[in-house]
C-alpha cells in the first residue's frame, strides 16, 4: 500500500468520522463533538479565527504549489 | 359531515415507535450538513480506493500546479461561509458534554497530533529519488496533482465542516436557539436524556 493511496483515503476518512459524529450526537439529542467546538470557539474567538485561517492557509498550499 | 377517522399506522410501540420517531427527525434542516458530507465522501472513499490503487510515490516526480487556483480559492471560502450558515441550523444546548464526547474529541486532537508529528519528522528528513516516506503534504499535492477536482472537494468538506464549528455565535444566541427547539419537539429533560445541564454538572457554587 503506497503512501499515495494511504493519503487519498485518509483525508475523506478523518472527515467521514467527523461527519458521522455529527449525526450520532444529533441523533441522540447529545452534546455533539461539534457543540464542544462551538463552546470553545464561543469562548475564545480569536483562537478560532486563528485555527480557521491555518486551515486556509493549508489549503493555498497546497493549490498554490508548483 | 363529519370525517372518519385515521387509522392508526404507527407500527409497534415503545422502543419501535421511538426509533421511527427519531427517523423521521432525520428530515430536519440540522441534519442536512453532516448527512450529506457523509453521502459525498462515503462515494468519494470507494472511488479513492480504486483510482489510487498501486499508485506509487514516483509518479509524482514533477507535480503539476492547479488550473484554476483562484476558483479553488473562492469555492473553499464559499463553502466555510456556507458551513457558517448552516451551523445556525444545528441548535444549541445547554446540557454538559458526556464521557464519549470528550474521548472523541481527545482522540481527534491524538490523531492531528501524530500525524503533524509525522509531518514534522518527514520534512527533517528529506528521502532522495522520490521513495517513501515523504511528508504528508507531498503527499496530498501528489493527490491533488493527479486528481484536482477530487482534492479540492474534499478541501471544501473540510472548509464546510471548519465553517460549521468555528464560525463565531455567541453562547446566549446558541441556547435560546436551542430552548426554542425544545419548546417545539419532545422534551429534553435530564432525567430523559441522562445528560446533566451545565449548572447542575457543575454543582451548587
Known amino acids: 500500500m503506497s503512501g499515495v493511496l494511504i493519503v487519498a483515503v485518509a483525508g475523506p476518512m478523518l472527515l467521514l468520522a467527523v461527519a458521522a459524529a455529527e449525526i450520532v450526537g444529533a441523533w441522540r439529542r447529545n452534546v455533539a463533538l461539534g457543540a464542544v467546538i462551538e463552546d470553545w470557539a464561543s469562548d475564545h474567538p480569536f483562537l478560532a479565527a486563528l485555527l480557521a485561517a491555518f486551515v486556509g492557509a493549508f489549503a493555498a498550499h497546497i493549490f498554490w504549489h508548483s | 359531515m363529519t370525517r372518519p377517522p385515521r387509522p392508526n399506522l404507527t407500527l409497534g410501540t415503545g422502543n419501535g415507535r421511538r426509533a421511527l420517531r427519531k427517523l423521521a427527525n432525520v428530515r430536519q434542516a440540522h441534519y442536512a450538513t453532516p448527512v450529506g458530507a457523509a453521502a459525498l465522501l462515503t462515494v468519494l472513499l470507494g472511488a479513492a480506493v480504486l483510482r489510487f490503487h498501486g499508485t506509487p510515490v514516483s509518479s509524482c516526480q514533477s507535480l503539476r500546479p492547479d488550473a484554476w487556483p483562484t476558483a479553488a480559492f473562492v469555492a473553499i471560502v464559499s463553502a466555510f ?14 446540557a454538559s458534554p458526556g464521557i464519549w464526547t470528550h474521548a472523541a474529541l481527545t482522540l481527534f486532537a491524538a490523531v492531528v497530533a501524530v500525524v503533524w508529528g509525522y509531518e514534522t519528522w518527514a520534512i527533517a528528513n528529506p528521502s532522495q529519488n522520490h521513495v517513501d516516506p515523504q511528508p504528508i503534504t507531498f503527499y496530498v499535492m501528489c493527490v491533488r496533482s493527479n486528481e484536482s477536482d477530487w482534492t479540492l472537494f474534499v478541501f471544501v468538506m473540510a472548509a464546510l ?7 463565531h455565535r455567541p453562547r446566549a444566541a446558541r441556547l435560546r436557539a436551542g430552548a426554542a427547539d425544545r419548546s417545539h419537539g419532545a422534551p429534553k429533560t435530564s432525567e430523559a436524556t441522562g445528560v446533566k445541564p451545565r449548572e447542575e454538572a457543575r454543582g451548587p457554587s
Open chain 2, 81 to 94: 461561509l456556507l458551513g457558517g450558515v448552516t451551523g445556525k441550523l444545528h441548535p444549541g444546548s445547554d
Open chain 2, 161 to 167: 465542516l471548519v465553517g460549521r464549528w468555528l464560525w
